[in-house]
């Protein structure tokens, strides 16, 4: 299983985000991940379209894009044209949820499909084999900079299970509340796709992701 770092640019200093970027993509980072908060969704307003669109052309990275919005379907051919490459959206957030990944598929763009803290994982199942990646809130989202909650690794290893049980080994990503000194726990428990923000960004972003993806790399 291939082990990744989203660096989360919520948490980046924006006065500064060229370089710090780079400091991520230089250092090992593939992903880089784009969280974008709607206000009703959830309480925070964040960034759309027009910021993803004019980082696009300056990085080599998969741009992960994380949409806390209330019915994302509405925006998903904008984020294609502005460059999103993975489009993530809210279980809680969709009336129609397959309805709004075949259209993220549509629009030539990988699937995520995430779930908050207090969803049971279960509600997941009727889509495991038709999305490339889950994601599993380890904060209330919304907010940058919260303590993980650790029962929601739980819901992590209960998802890694029912997909080896199809024989299935799409990709879990984990965001909130993630850092060296924890992001074990999360690969113990099956994620395989690591969001960390203020880990990453709250210093010097080079060193900082240079020490997370050589607990990835040598992870066992």
Do not use: W
Not at 17 to 46: C, K, W
Not at 99 to 119: Q, V
Request: charged content about 25%; aromatic content about 8%.
């Amino acid at each position: 299983m291939e082990y990744k770092l989203s660096p989360s640019i919520l948490s980046a200093d924006f006065c500064n985000l060229e370089e710090g970027i780079r400091q991520t993509e230089e250092n090992g980072a593939v992903y880089l991940h784009f969280d974008v908060m709607d206000g009703v969704f959830v309480p925070s307003i964040s960034f759309g379209m027009p910021v993803l669109a004019s980082i696009k052309p300056a990085v080599k990275q998969v741009i992960d894009t994380h949409l806390m919005i209330t019915e994302p379907i509405r925006y998903v051919e904008a984020f294609a044209e502005a460059g999103a490459d993975i489009l993530t959206v809210h279980y809680e957030a969709c009336k129609d949820i397959r309805a709004t990944l075949d259209k993220i598929k549509a629009c030539g763009m990988k699937t995520g499909l995430a779930i908050s803290p207090e969803t049971p994982v279960e509600v997941l199942k009727e889509f495991l084999g038709e999305v490339d990646m889950f994601l599993v809130m380890t904060v209330h989202p919304g907010f940058g900079g919260q303590k993980l909650i650790s029962e929601t690794l739980d819901k992590v290893r209960t998802l890694r299970t029912m997909l080896n049980e199809r024989g299935l080994e799409t990709d879990i990503q984990v965001d909130g509340g993630i850092y060296a000194f924890n992001v074990k726990e999360a690969l113990d428990a099956g994620a395989n796709v690591i969001v960390a923000g203020s880990a990453v960004f709250k210093g010097n972003a080079g060193e900082n992701t240079r020490e997370l993806m050589e607990i990835l790399k040598n992870y066992e």
